[in-house]
């Protein structure tokens, strides 16, 4: 596919060169990706994003396929200290699905992820905010950090992680507290993987080995795992500073509020609470079947209500808006 992207480079565009890719889940990616020459290397900071561009082939309602450019935005899952940009793919919609109103397929990742092969080439686009939701991560004035993943939402933690491990900075502390469905899905044959040594096709979690590894190779990250819909999770852990609960954050098992943040985390008086996921996780807002929205109580009103942290102490990267249900 290397011959099929666009053929000149729009203003800020840059073209990179795809050198690795690893299977992260059953519908999940990570791509390495390197510049294909110096002058397309262009600097970042923790918590940025890009913005990808390719050619690729989607079906149509009349039959057969459309090719044509699609640009989808992608936080950076590594860090700026690297000579290398890693990026993270989840299939949103499944391959083969159409658009009822445009008669079109509108998914990116089911076809990125089948088509593009090690070797191709792609355009970068770096987003130029410098207020993004971890710019004060990135510039050293918040060092206490407790960040709060959905699902879809551990790229920048991941990209952070790695920044920590580079920099080494004894003053910078991170606990990562990720929120996900499942911690493995049914494989084919209707039996799921053990919870002690998961097969790759049953994880369900996003960096799931990676942040149990990262966890022992530094003293100051702790993640805290928590399942809403698992039955059977792991019970303990070889690490402290690696927890595995059931249901939801701020919740405990009978339905009564929990302090989360102060039950798992350290100076909650200086921690700064990055949120990262779908709009049902960060602000409980949920788009039901018929279109209508649901409000409940997400991750930041639990924060202010329960914990007390103040909204500067607050923010957030908002995904996947249309999401049903939450994280």
């Known amino acids: 596919m290397s011959e099929k992207h666009p053929e000149s480079n729009s203003p800020g565009e840059y073209e990179w060169q795809i050198t690795e890719k690893v299977r992260e889940t059953h519908d999940t990616y990570t791509y390495s990706l390197k ?95 410098k207020e993004h939701f971890l710019s004060k991560v990135d510039t050293g004035v918040e060092k206490n950090i407790a960040y709060w993943s959905g699902a879809n939402g551990a790229q920048s933690a991941r990209c952070l992680i790695q920044y920590m491990e580079d920099k080494k900075d004894s003053g910078q502390n991170l606990i990562l507290f990720y929120s996900n469905t499942k911690l493995c899905i049914e494989k084919e044959n209707g039996q799921t993987g053990n919870t002690e040594h998961h097969p790759v096709e049953s994880l369900n979690v996003i960096y799931y080995n990676w942040l149990i ?80 929205l649901s409000k409940g109580k997400g991750i930041l009103q639990n924060l202010m209500e329960l914990e007390g942290i103040i909204p500067e102490k607050t923010d957030k990267e908002q995904f996947y808006l249309q999401q049903v249900s939450a994280d």
């Not at 900071?45 to 890009?50: K, L, S």
């Not at 690729?56 to 935005?73: D, M, Q, T």
């Not at 966890?215 to 792991?234: A, H, S, Y």
């Not at 008086?269 to 996921?277: A, I, L």
């Open 35 to 129: 510049p294909v020459s110096t002058s397309q290397r262009f600097n970042f900071g923790i918590g940025q994003f890009v913005t990808l561009s390719a050619m690729l082939k989607r079906p149509i309602a009349s039959g057969g396929f459309e090719e044509s450019v699609v640009n989808r935005a992608y936080s950076i899952a590594s860090s700026p200290t690297r000579d290398y940009i890693e990026l993270t793919i989840k299939e949103e919609k499944p391959y083969g699905y159409i658009n009822p109103v445009t008669k079109k397929s509108d998914a990116f990742a089911a076809y990125f992820n089948q088509q593009v092969k090690i070797g191709d080439k792609i355009k970068l686009k770096l987003n130029p905010s």
């Open 213 to 292: 590894n990262a966890v022992k190779k530094l003293d100051n990250l702790k993640v805290v795992f928590t399942f809403t819909r698992e039955q059977e999770i792991p019970t303990e852990s070889k690490d402290s500073r690696v927890i595995f609960r059931k249901g939801r954050f701020f919740l405990n098992p009978d339905g009564s509020a929990e302090r989360t943040l102060s039950k798992y985390g350290n100076n909650i008086e200086t921690s700064f609470n990055p949120v990262c996921g779908s709009s049902a996780f960060i602000n409980g807002t949920v788009r039901l079947p018929d279109g209508k």
